[in-house]
């Protein structure tokens, strides 16, 4: 039963828990009595759901232009739909015992219709054991007429088993014939396989001294690459102590980048201090000088020196910024120096990996030539499993033989059992066959009334279950157009409320831009305020102090000349340490491409001695694994020519066999042609048959 998407939470259908479990809920109805409301007043109802519901959604749509008034509509609306969520779940209760009452009906028509199909069973079961029994009684009749002329026949048959017995003899001598060809070739294929494993040998042997004399020429290359290794070694300790002294230096030269750094902190330190000193100083002349009313030539001659100290602080300051980049594009080359040595180290290590690369490829050659002699070997194992499945062929050829053998006798056995049984299951089949027909007559009385009481009763059920299928159908579209309309109300409130808190916001967001803009204008106004205050003091207070400052101006003159002499000091200092830093850093270029050279060449050295021991392992694998090879070669050869011979005697015993199964068929023959003329003479003389009765089995014994 399918269910609207806006369902209460309390009621989920006819087969999961709903809410008419609740004491106040009503109980389903039991049996087939209709629900209270009939299914025209539940239309009716619907349809005044929809007219409301149509209602909502146009009062929604015109609502939506008043922004003031939303909330309240939106609360109406809210209520409404409350409503109707209340009468939905009035909906869903009668949906429940709709549903209990169509799942009253459906066991009602599966009982019945379990009844039915039992009774269909039965009648089919009895309608068939009634085909069995007259099939039985007329399979029975053709076989007691088919018994009368079964004897006779029996002669002939017997007459094709001994031709067909003799035509298999023939063939056995046939086969024969191909036996001892197939030996034949089985003898000519041994020796293409000894010729063959023969090839191997010489292969294996030519590769063996090809290793050897591989194995000399490495030899006496190892022996000259000695020398060499010394050499290398003693390289290699010289290239690790320059490498050491290296490291030493390189420690150095960071140690003293940190002291410039540190050095550079301080000047930048110090330089900052003293500007603020003279800004303070600065700041005191002006106070002294603002006190000054009578001096105005001597003030103007203050200002203008004034303006000379400050331009020569300003190019003081710019001095000490053109020196501090100067320094820091100086720190930057190092730390790109510093850089391009790393990079040079990652070139070495991608030449070490591009060695590794070929060291792989050497492997892979070598397992390529391991694959090869695996292939040989392969192909040899290949070889005995042909041979042996020729042997399991032979096998089964002659099983078959015997098997064809057992089931002629199986059948001559099962002829003679045959016909005794006949006669006894004739008089049972008479006997089963007039009880089977009375209860027939029974069954079919009995399954006429039956058939008409549930026809009434399934056309009555139909009718039921049509009336309620309609009802179903009618109850689920109205059940998705308020569904439907229930989801448009909701998508209309949402969409709404949306609009009312995009709008909300908007007037949030100009308000707090309005009363930002108003606090800013406020502060623009004090500050304007102050400075205009500040500047009115400064220049009543330059005033009073002009007169003061005259002598201090000297005094700070004189301040200034010394601490510019400490400057071009430093900067001699500074100028003289970078030199030191640029020689160092020459210095350490020089000891860097040395240390990468000798690297270079050790990594060649390790890489060649890496090589020949690869080399001189595998040389070795190889060795060991050919000869292991040619032990297994030699004890395969020692066990094939074992097994061909144990072969040769076990054909030669399974050709005796054979001889002597066949001389046995031919006497069996024999004795069953005896038997089948001496049962022939029975038949022409009957009192013959009557004096000889006794003897009879003990003829026919043989022939079994």
């Known amino acids: 039963m399918t269910e609207g998407p806006n369902a ?10 709903s809410g008419s479990d609740d004491p106040g809920t009503p109980s389903p109805p039991q049996g087939p009595t209709r629900p209270a409301r009939s299914f025209q007043e539940t239309l009716k109802e619907g349809q005044r759901l929809l007219g409301s519901l149509e209602s909502l959604r146009s009062q929604v749509s015109d609502r939506v232009s008043a922004k003031h008034s939303e909330l309240e509509e939106l609360t109406q609306t809210h209520q409404q739909l409350d409503e109707l969520k209340r009468q939905i779940d009035g909906f869903y209760k009668t949906q429940l015992h709709w549903a209990d009452e169509r799942q009253h009906l459906l066991e009602e028509v599966h009982r019945l219709q379990g009844s039915h199909a039992k009774l269909l069973d039965e009648n089919e079961k009895t309608r068939g054991r009634l085909a069995a029994a007259i099939n039985e009684a007329n399979q029975s009749q053709v076989r007691s007429e088919e018994a009368a002329s079964s004897y006779q026949e029996e002669q002939a048959q017997l007459r094709r088993q001994f031709d067909r017995l003799s035509s298999e003899l023939e063939e056995l001598r046939g086969s024969r014939d191909g036996w001892v060809a197939e030996r034949t070739q089985l003898i ?5 396989l000894a010729q063959q494993q023969a090839d191997i040998e010489r ?3 030519d590769v063996q001294m090809e290793l050897l004399d591989q194995r000399a020429k490495e030899s006496e290359r190892l022996g000259e690459l000695q020398p060499q290794l010394e050499a290398a070694r003693e390289e290699l300790e010289q290239a690790q102590s ?3 002294k290296w490291e030493q230096e390189r420690a150095r030269l960071y140690a003293g980048i940190g002291r410039l750094e540190l050095d550079a902190q301080d000047y930048r330190a110090e330089a900052r201090a003293q500007r603020e000193r003279l800004e303070a100083e600065l700041d005191e002349t002006r106070r002294r000088l603002s006190g000054l009313k009578a001096f105005e030539h001597n003030s103007q001659e203050l200002d203008a020196e004034r303006k000379v100290l400050e331009r020569r602080m300003e190019a003081v300051e710019h001095e000490a910024q053109v020196r501090q980049a100067a320094h820091e594009a100086e720190l930057r080359g190092l730390r790109e120096e510093l850089a391009a040595k790393h990079a040079e180290l990652e070139a070495a290590h991608a030449d070490q990996v591009q060695l590794t690369m070929a060291r792989d490829r050497l492997l892979e050659e070598a397992d390529a030539r391991q694959t090869r002699l695996t292939e040989v070997v392969q ?18 050829h002659v099983a078959g033989l015997q098997r064809q053998l057992q089931l002629a006798r199986n059948e001559v056995d099962g002829l003679k059992a045959a016909s005794q049984k006949w006669q006894q299951e004739w008089n049972e089949l008479l006997s089963e066959l007039s009880r089977l027909e009375g209860d027939v007559k029974e069954r079919e009385t009995e399954f006429k009334t039956e058939r008409q009481s549930l026809q009434t009763e399934l056309q009555d059920a139909r009718a039921k279950i049509g009336e309620l299928e309609k009802a179903r159908d009618e109850r689920d579209r109205l059940k998705a157009e308020v569904a439907e309309q229930y989801a448009r109300s909701e998508r209309l409130q949402q969409d709404t409320s949306d609009r009312s808190q995009s709008l909300l916001t908007e007037i949030r967001q100009l308000r707090e831009e309005l009363a930002a803009r108003a606090a800013e204008g406020e502060t623009l106004k004090a500050r304007w305020a102050a400075e205009r205050d500040d500047l009115v003091r400064a220049r009543d207070a330059e005033a009073a102090h002009r007169a003061q400052t005259e002598k201090e101006s000297r005094e700070s003159q004189a301040r200034l000349s010394e601490e510019k002499g400490k400057l071009e000091a430093l900067m001699a200092i500074l100028q003289e340490r970078l030199q030191a830093a640029r020689d160092e850093l020459t210095q350490l270029k020089g000891a860097s491409e040395g240390w990468r050279n000798e690297q270079a060449q050790m990594t060649a050295l390790r890489t060649q001695l890496a090589s020949m021991h ?3 392992g595998t040389w ?3 060795r060991k694994a050919l000869v292991e090879e040619r032990t297994a070669l030699v004890e395969t050869r020692a066990r094939l020519s074992d097994e061909q011979q144990a072969n040769e005697d076990q054909w030669m015993a399974e050709r005796d066999e054979l001889a002597a199964r066949v001389a046995e068929l031919t006497a069996r023959l024999e004795r069953a042609e005896a038997v089948a003329s001496a049962s022939q003479g029975d038949d022409a003389d009957p009192t013959k048959n009557v004096t ?3 003897a009879a089995p003990e003829e026919s014994r043989p022939a079994a």
């Open 379 to 396: 192909e040899r194992r290949a070889a005995e499993e042909r041979l042996e499945e020729e042997k399991a062929t032979f096998g089964e």
């Open 620 to 622: 070795e694998s190889e």
């Open 188 to 192: 000519a294929e041994r020796d293409q």
């Open 8 to 17: 209460p939470p309390g009621s989920e259908g006819p087969d999961g828990p």
């Open 242 to 244: 320059a490498r050491d």
């Open 203 to 205: 292969k294996w042997h």
């Open 692 to 694: 000889d009765e006794p």
């Open 614 to 616: 690869e080399a001189e």
